[in-house]
């Protein structure tokens, strides 16, 4: 079968201090003032001291300006004030430096400055018309593949929900990871962050989305993740583990970009909205009972997976290959110490599944490319069934 494949990604610059590039290339996007979006924790561990050198260098004026949040997820008005400081300080460029949700923030952010009104306007594909204020991203984990996505995640306040941009305008011109600047991740965001990154590859891979390029990245992205996250959680300043990790994260983020998270994600929303769980925390509770309710339809792509996971599957039938995989995926888990499902997390009121499943079953944009197609009853019990350990 023919395929047309449409490939999206900013300019990447990838390597060990290559923060100190961020000078070079603001200068090539014509910048003259740039507006730094970053978080407190990042400001205190010194991660900005590189590419404040750079841009003085560059001789690029800048001013920084610190996000404060109380909640887990970045929330609309965030991006709207941080949108009406780039107009005030007059910035041409905005640089993110921090986590996803910083990212997030700077990305759409600087998007506001050309479109008008308020983010939840903007919620869902395609939305966003104009390119505003050019943009260079700088993640400090690994991480959520934000620097080079067209989507941006935030917790509407008004209806407690977190809801997706996703829209071409919003992509970074240019993204630059620096596996340097992740060696100071504390633990629990190595593990969830970087797990997060293992599921933008594994879950692009099962869905109706895939692609012979998304695949090939995907697979990569599985195996380097699965064979480094354990020695960047358990030895922080393991160079070649926290190298390798922002390495597979990035390759996950293109998979992320281009094939996009479908199943997990969606019915991870509502419990993120609700319990204001940590992203990748919202994730892990679901992965098992996810990828079970898919064993029969994706079996052999399941099989692939625990290729990539490194697992013995010769001689085995693609039933117990999948099963191999399923457990894989819980030894990756408890591996790092993230919780595998509802009730590890204190959440065990079993009456909420239909709200949870009606909700997840409204993320149509996700769902469209789930690997089968599951109604909300068949969602509710995937919910179920995710309340109880898997082993
Ligand atoms: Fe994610």
Known sequence: MWQTIPFRTPKVVFGMDSARQTGAEAKGLGAQKALLVTG????????????????????????????????????????????????????????????????DVAKMAAAMTANPGKVREYFGPGKVKNKGTKAVLIPTTAGTGSEVTQHAIFLDLENNVKKAVASQAIMADVAI???????????????????????????????????????????????????????????????????????????????????????????AYPIGGEFHTPH???????????FKAVVASKGERLKQLAVAMGENVEGLSVREASEVALEAMYNLLRSVKLPVCLSEIGITD???????????????????RAPVELTVEEIADIYTDAFDPYL
């Open 350 to 368: 079993r009456s909420k599944v239909k709200g949870w499943a009606q909700d997840a079953w409204n993320e149509r944009r996700l769902l469209a």
């Open 177 to 267: 990871i620096d596996p340097m600047l992740t060696v100071s991740s504390p633990r629990s965001v190595t593990a969830a962050s970087g797990f997060d990154a293992w599921l933008h590859a594994a879950e692009p891979f099962i869905s109706k989305n895939a692609n012979p390029i998304t695949d090939a990245l995907a697979l990569e992205a599985v195996q380097r993740i699965t064979r480094n996250l354990g020695t960047a959680w358990s030895d922080p300043k393991d160079l070649d583990a926290r190298y390798n990790m922002s390495l597979g994260c990035l390759t996950s983020g293109f998979v992320l970009a281009n094939a996009g998270t479908s199943l997990v994600h969606a019915m």
């Open 40 to 103: 407190p924790s990042v400001k205190s561990s010194g991660a900005l001291d590189a590419i404040e050198k750079s841009l003085q260098e560059a001789g690029i004026a800048f001013e920084a300006h610190i996000l404060t949040r109380t909640t887990s997820e970045p929330t609309t008005d965030m991006a709207e004030e941080t949108g009406r400081i780039i107009q005030e300080k007059k910035a041409d460029l905005v640089i993110g430096v921090g986590g996803g949700s910083v990212l």
């Open 280 to 290: 990748g925390i919202s994730l892990s509770v679901l992965l098992l009972a996810c």
